[in-house]
């Protein structure tokens, strides 16, 4: 069991977040979780405390700077210490440079970069205060390599990546750690409707179980990049466009 350790998560309802915060809950930790929508918040931490479980949620919207800042206050009001932060709230929207509406560039770039760096610069305070802790943050395979048709997400996971690394230096003498991970597809509601089998995806569990892994290793090292691909790789631009 993992005592008091805490973690919190970013869109912990759906996906890869749910599954981060469902595995460190039933390993023992306390799990502090965020999603905007707020019954989905609620079933959640319902069905893990029926378990058992410690969890609590908490509704907001990450792409307001008011938001964040009202659930750092809540948090600080509930922990004191933070041992993880996973920064995975996120979305994909498709589109080019030359088409899509500046609106979508506005929304990935607040949700996928400016979020966790809002989020991550106002907690780690608590993190330093205790010279420990890991900051995990969910780029993806498209912040490494750019593909047609994902451009503004393309250019917020780019920007996530530059954050995560930057991070990295800042934080090298004050023992937190910053990891940041590149996954292939993974299959979530994002890929709702998807002609591919499932077994083109990384399954959201598996990336929780890494996740968790990266938690157990002793503090002399630090996983700084970590991409993770499907078995049967990623698919071929010719699927994509097809
Ligand atoms: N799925 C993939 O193939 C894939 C591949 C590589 C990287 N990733 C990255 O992995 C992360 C998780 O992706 P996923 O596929 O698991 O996503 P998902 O299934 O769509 O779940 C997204 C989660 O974030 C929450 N969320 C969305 N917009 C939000 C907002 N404005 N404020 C607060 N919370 C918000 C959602 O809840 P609400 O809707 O209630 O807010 C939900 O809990 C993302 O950063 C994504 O870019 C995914």
Redo the contacts with the bound molecule.
């Keep these: 069991m993992s005592g008091d350790r805490v973690v919190i998560v970013?869109?912990?309802?759906?996906?890869?977040?749910?599954a981060v915060v469902t595995l460190f809950a039933r390993k023992g930790w306390r799990v502090f979780f965020?999603?905007?929508?707020a019954e989905?918040?609620q079933a959640l931490q319902m069905q893990l405390r029926d378990e058992g479980r410690i969890v609590e949620g908490y509704?907001?919207?990450?792409?307001r700077k008011s938001?964040i800042e009202k659930w750092v206050r809540w948090l600080q009001e509930k922990t004191d210490r933070i041992d993880v932060l996973v920064?995975?709230?996120?979305?994909?929207i498709p589109g080019k440079i030359q088409t899509e509406d500046d609106a979508t560039f506005e929304y990935l770039m607040?949700?996928?970069a400016a979020?966790p760096y809002y989020l991550t610069k106002r907690l780690l305070p608590m993190m330093t205060a205790r010279k420990s802790g890991l900051i995990v943050n969910?780029?993806?395979?498209?912040g490494l390599q750019p593909y047609p048709n994902g451009a503004s997400?393309c250019i917020s996971?780019y920007a996530l990546t530059g954050f995560s690394k930057v991070l990295r230096e800042e934080l090298k003498p004050t023992g937190v750690r910053v990891s940041t991970l590149?996954?292939?597809?993974?299959?979530?509601?994002?890929?709702e409707g998807t002609p591919y089998e499932p077994h083109r995806?990384?399954l959201?569990d598996t990336l929780a179980r890494i996740i968790h892994h990266l938690t157990e290793l002793p503090a002399d090292a630090v996983v700084e990049d970590l991409v993770v691909r499907p078995q049967a790789g990623d698919f071929s631009e010719s699927e994509m466009n097809s």
């Design positions: 970013t869109g912990g309802t759906r996906g890869v977040g749910r965020s999603a905007r929508h989905a918040v509704a907001c919207d990450l792409t938001d920064n995975n709230a996120g979305t994909f607040a949700l996928n979020a969910i780029s993806s395979t498209a997400y996971k590149y996954p292939g597809p993974v299959y979530t509601d994002s890929w995806f990384i959201p």
